[in-house]
């Protein structure tokens, strides 16, 4: 019991946002999805694998917190690379369910709009990310058919993004030809 309350006690002085003590026994007797989310929110995912390891926690948990780690690595990447730098590394996705990782790609392409080259990269991975989808045989019916329906959807909502970024680069260039006049 002592072991537990120091190791929660450990898990809350790593959060960058723990000097409000109003609330410690509250963060000390929390749930672990709680403990999670603190440590999501101070992007100490290392402690969270923790957290799972200690809980015993199912896989589907370790894939969110991957996918959460994985969009706050582009997200930093991202608030690097408006410099005029597009090296950013999508491999973290590769550890990801392909579906959400389209789903964050897209995400990151409509908020990329500053960036048509960004824009594009991330288009392209999230067409990459929907070609690799296959929904196996051994799953239950319901879940692929709402596996294939969530693809539909992204692949739309690709298809209406990339249109939105060629009539963007489109109108970029015609008025790059004006202006030469």
Request: a neutral charge; one cysteine or more; proline letters at 1%.
């Amino acid at each position: 019991m002592i072991d537990e309350t120091l190791w929660r006690y450990n898990v809350i002085n790593s959060d960058a946002n723990s000097s409000d003590d109003h609330d410690f026994i509250a963060k000390v007797i929390a749930s672990p999805e709680t403990l999670l989310t603190l440590c999501i929110r101070s992007g100490n995912f290392k402690r969270c694998t923790d957290i799972i390891k200690r809980f015993r926690l199912d896989g589907s948990v370790s894939t969110q917190i991957a996918l959460a780690e994985a969009t706050v690595r582009l997200e930093e990447q991202l608030r690097g690379s408006w410099g005029g730098s597009s090296a950013i590394n999508l491999k973290s996705l590769a550890s990801t369910d392909a579906l959400e990782a389209a789903a964050v790609c897209l995400d990151f392409a409509s908020t990329s709009s500053g960036s048509l080259q960004i824009a594009k990269m991330f288009l392209d991975q999230a067409q990459a990310q929907l070609e690799t989808q296959s929904f196996a045989q051994g799953d239950r019916d319901v879940d692929r058919y709402w596996m294939f329906a969530a693809c539909q959807n992204l692949r739309r909502r690709h298809t209406l993004l990339y249109e939105r970024l060629e009539a963007k680069r489109t109108l970029s260039n015609n008025n790059a030809f004006y202006k030469q006049f």
